[in-house]
């Protein structure tokens, strides 16, 4: 047995069955019953529900980091890696609105039990954080970007897109892809050499 593949389907099976029931809907019986092993095996893999969700967090991030690291290190300007940067978080939170949903459930959740979870938010944002603004501080550097773009402040503004379509996609269900991408690119137009 592939003991890797296995942690991989079990971790798979569950962001499905996350995104269908909810995260306080799922009981570890019924991971163990999507991934059609006993309750026992499971338990060699993942001690507990909350290991499995955030192994599911982690597998969805690390996905998107690869897929940032080939934009990063192409030869392009820093204008066209930002903006493909952004094309492929807005299209990754558009097409994991299920799981997305989980997410920001499972943070209230916690917020409501007193769980501060501002580190483990950290945790996950951080590194997209920090591509923007090294794409953001090597465009101003290099003249690509006007001289007097602030890479904090336009890292932010960039930053509240995703999070602003986060919460629509997640709490009124409405949004645009579209939109989302319209309104970064008024915002990196903004960036652009007069």
Do not use: W
Not at 13 to 21: D, E, P, T, V, Y
Request: with cysteine; aromatic share 8%; glycine share 4%.
């Amino acid at each position: 047995m592939d003991h890797r593949a296995r942690k991989r389907e079990i971790i798979a099976n569950a962001i499905r069955l996350f995104a269908r029931k909810g995260y306080n809907d799922v009981t570890f019986q019924d991971l163990a019953d999507s991934c059609r092993i006993a309750r026992t095996i499971l338990y060699r893999y993942f001690k507990n529900k909350r290991q499995i969700f955030d192994a599911a967090i982690i597998l969805a991030m690390q996905r998107i980091v690869q897929k940032h690291a080939e934009i990063m290190h192409a030869k392009l300007p820093s204008a066209v890696r930002l903006r493909q940067i952004c094309t492929a978080v807005t299209a990754t939170l558009f097409d994991n609105q299920e799981f997305l949903s989980v997410i920001v459930d499972y943070v209230l959740a916690m917020k409501r039990a007193n769980h501060d979870m501002t580190r483990r938010i950290m945790m996950f944002t951080i590194g997209l954080k920090r591509i923007l603004h090294t794409l953001l501080a090597g465009g101003v550097h290099r003249g690509e970007f006007r001289a007097d773009a602030n890479p904090d402040v336009y890292t932010d503004l960039l930053y509240a897109q995703f999070e602003s379509a986060a919460l629509r996609l997640t709490i009124s269900g409405d949004g645009s892809m579209t939109d989302v991408l319209n309104r970064i690119d008024e915002i990196l137009r903004s960036l652009e050499r007069k």
